[in-house]
């Protein structure tokens, strides 16, 4: 078509240093090669890192083939290139087999996992797709993306809140639902840390609301979706999850004779997700640094969203009830390498053109996160990659009782007494930041006053 070819794509830094001794700047290189294997993507990247410009990727020819991208765009280095290892590919016909025709409800449904939720779902042709959500705009984009996909899917957007159980069991018996993907929480750590009641409302309050509708109206399936944060927690958040956990795993299982199955799900970070640390550090490298990480040990386990929906669905069709699932996600990663990483992939030199600072760690955070409490069995399934962790649980009367005190201090806002309630139930809490010093018994005059 008339345009010169100028090199191979060894010779990429060649090129761009003769356009610049030109007077004339190279923006951004695009890699055409989706087809390859990783190592030699990795090996164009490298190429191309060298140049010292940004560099991104044409999507794959079955990304293009599901209608997710148009031909005409290129995305950023993708976030599978920064996971280390192959995603889980999981069972699509087993999954296939407990959605189709079937009416399914998405709590929380225009959030990072609960819209993906929602197009995974969709694909596997329910008779009805409910978006349950309290966040007008995101419902309506989620709603509007959805529609044009799958014209064939009834989509049923409403907006609705957790914390209000006649808005969940209206929503489950004006539609006849069957399964329940359980996904509406408030996730961001320091947030919670500064919000316990809040927190307390919605994650746990509104946890055990949505399990008692589709515990009184016979939903079949019923998933909530965990964090390995709620393991040994040192933060609101895993603690008000690992409360949540104990609240779906106190339900009869199908071999204790009830109708609907409660299962959690557990798994690390979400790349890309909302509020995690891959955009983040994207919006600090467009901005030309610096890039701050906590702390030089912090080390995560990632996975992508599409591999977190994918367990999520797998895990719905597996287990008889009261079971946490866990995917194997490989070997911890260290946050201050997936930066590096980042910038590199970027077209730049970590601490030659971006810097990397450190900050310290934030109130309730970790070195390193669990996924598994001591004294739970692991019992593996029929997929290698996803195992069952069973543990000592609450009877119904129990957790029922519990969450009645737990609700008359809520409603009293008495953060103190709520957080005494809370660890009664999870004492491997280890509070820290403003928790740990409210909670640690205090002495006066010799005595020790707790």
Same mark, same amino acid.
């Given at each position: ?40 993507? =990795? ?17 794959? $020819? ?6 997710? $991208? ?27 087999? +407990? ?13 990072? &996992? ?29 709603? =509007? ?6 014209? @064939?899917?009834? *989509? ?5 809140? *957790?914390?209000?159980? +006649?808005? /969940? ?8 639902? =069957?399964?329940?993907? @359980? ?5 961001? #750590?320091?947030?919670?840390?500064? @919000?316990? #009641? ?74 890309? +997700? =909302?509020?995690?640390? /891959? ?13 701050? $990480? ?10 992508? &969203? ?19 699932? #866990? ?8 946050? $201050? ?14 601490? #030659?053109? *971006? ?27 029929? @997929? ?26 809520? +409603? ?39």
């Amino acid at each position: 078509m008339g345009i010169p070819v100028l090199g191979s794509g060894r010779q990429a830094a060649e090129i761009v240093q003769r356009f610049r001794k030109k007077n004339t700047q190279i923006d951004e290189i695009v890699i055409a090669m989706p087809s390859v294997t990783g190592r030699k993507l =990795n090996e164009a990247i490298a190429h191309c890192r060298a140049t010292g410009v940004p560099c991104k990727t044409v999507p794959s $020819v079955a990304t293009l083939l599901t209608g997710q $991208v148009l031909v005409s765009q290129i995305r950023d280095i993708s976030t599978n290139e920064l996971l280390g290892r192959k995603p889980v590919r999981l069972d699509e016909e087993v999954i296939r087999g +407990s959605i189709e025709g079937r009416s399914v409800m998405v709590t929380g449904g225009g959030g990072s &996992i609960g819209s993906e939720l929602c197009k995974q779902v969709a694909s596997f042709r329910p008779e009805k797709l409910i978006i349950f959500e309290r966040a007008e705009s995101d419902l309506f984009r989620i709603h =509007n993306d959805l529609v044009q996909r799958f014209p @064939h899917v009834e *989509i049923i957007p409403l907006i609705g809140d *957790i914390q209000q159980y +006649s808005n /969940v069991e209206q929503a489950v018996q004006n539609h006849s639902v =069957n399964s329940i993907f @359980h996904a509406a929480a408030y996730k961001h #750590v320091p947030m919670m840390e500064r @919000h316990l #009641v809040e927190a307390v409302k919605n994650n746990v309050l509104g946890t055990r609301n949505v399990v008692n509708a589709a515990a009184y109206n016979g939903v079949d399936n019923f998933l909530m979706i965990s964090s390995d944060k709620a393991v040994n927690p040192t933060n609101v958040m895993g603690l008000t999850k690992r409360v949540a956990e104990e609240i779906a795993s106190a339900m009869p299982s199908s071999e204790e004779s009830s109708q609907t199955k409660f299962v959690s799900v557990r798994f690390g970070n979400v790349l890309g +997700s =909302n509020g995690s640390v /891959v955009p983040l550090f994207r919006e600090q490298i467009a901005k030309g640094g610096p890039v701050t $990480v906590t702390h030089p040990d912090m080390k995560r386990y990632f996975m992508t &969203i599409a591999e977190a929906v994918q367990l999520v669905l797998q895990a719905s069709t597996m287990g008889k009830g009261s079971e946490v699932f #866990v995917l194997d996600m490989g070997e911890p990663v260290p946050i $201050v390498n997936l930066a590096r990483e980042m910038i590199r992939l970027s077209g730049f030199e970590p601490d #030659v053109d *971006i810097e990397i600072c450190f900050t310290g760690t934030r109130p309730g955070e970790k070195l390193f996160e669990e996924l598994v409490l001591e004294g739970e069995q692991i019992v593996p399934t029929y @997929h290698e990659k996803i195992k069952i962790f069973r543990g000592a649980r609450m009877s119904r009367p129990e957790i029922d009782q519990w969450l009645k005190e737990l609700q008359s201090l809520v +409603s009293r806002e008495n953060e103190l007494s709520i957080m005494q309630h809370l660890r009664s139930l999870v004492p491997e809490y280890q509070p820290d930041g403003r928790w740990r010093a409210m909670l640690q018994p205090q002495r006066v005059r010799g005595a020790v006053v707790s």
